[in-house]
């Protein structure tokens, strides 16, 4: 399995401009989650989804962001417009979910899209 | 750009030597934890895992510690290795579909 995969791995952007960052999910993996790590506030969960659906947007900074997730293999984190303050590292993981009393929570994160906005 | 950043604790460690890393969490409803492993410009790794009906989990040369009396849970590597030099983020999640609460992390630097 080639893992998570996020593209791209690299973005560099002015403000004021819309930023669109990508995941695949492992195949056969039933929930995702994005994730923004910055030095200032650490590893930060922005949205999952559990069987496509979002399931808590709470870590959702502000309007300016929306996440998609048309189908079970792809995932969009949307900004716009963007702004200085959104640089940051932006992680995608899935994993399989049962919800059970057995449930596991082994995350499987992606290599991570830089974000910079000028 | 940010002239303040999240200050990590960091724990220094002579190779060969046991790491220890510590964690305490708040939320006395937490059943299931987590350590994770990131290296850097990586995203972080799944060390080991372990129930709240559980006190303490084996893996290789990994060892979890729960204490659900202090919530507290420790991370003990034996015989520290350069490639164990990284950030360790312990996890805790309550209930099924909860979300996963992550720690600030630890920074080990293992000194050759």
């Known amino acids: 399995d080639a893992g998570v995969i996020q593209s791209p791995r690299h973005e560099v952007t002015e403000m004021g401009q819309e930023v669109t960052l990508r995941c695949k999910p492992i195949s056969g993996h039933n929930s995702l989650f994005w994730y923004r790590q910055t030095m200032m506030r650490g590893l930060e969960l922005l949205i999952y989804f559990n069987n496509n659906v979002p399931i808590d947007d709470s870590g959702m900074p502000e309007d300016r962001f929306s996440a998609k997730m048309p189908n079970a293999s792809f995932s969009t984190l949307k900004i716009q417009p963007s702004e200085p303050r959104d640089s940051a590292v932006y992680f995608c993981?899935?994993?399989?979910?049962?919800?059970?009393?057995?449930?596991?929570?082994?995350?499987?994160f992606g290599p991570g899209t830089r974000l910079t906005v000028l | 750009g940010e002239s303040v950043g999240l200050h990590l604790p960091t724990l220094s460690v002579q190779e060969g030597d046991n790491s220890i890393i510590n964690c305490a969490y708040s939320?006395?409803?937490?059943?299931?934890f987590i350590w994770y492993k990131q290296e850097s410009g990586k995203g972080p790794q799944f060390i080991i895992d372990i129930r709240s009906n559980m006190d303490k989990r084996q893996g290789q040369r990994v060892t979890v510690l729960l204490n659900k009396t202090v919530k507290h849970l420790s991370l003990q590597i034996a015989a520290t290795q350069p490639g164990d030099s990284a950030v360790y983020f312990c996890a805790e999640k309550a209930g099924g579909y909860q979300k996963v609460t992550f720690g600030t992390g630890t920074k080990l630097q293992v000194i050759p």
């Open positions: 993981a899935s994993r399989q979910t049962s919800g059970g009393a057995l449930s596991t929570d082994t995350q499987y």
């Open positions: 939320n006395s409803a937490s059943d299931y």
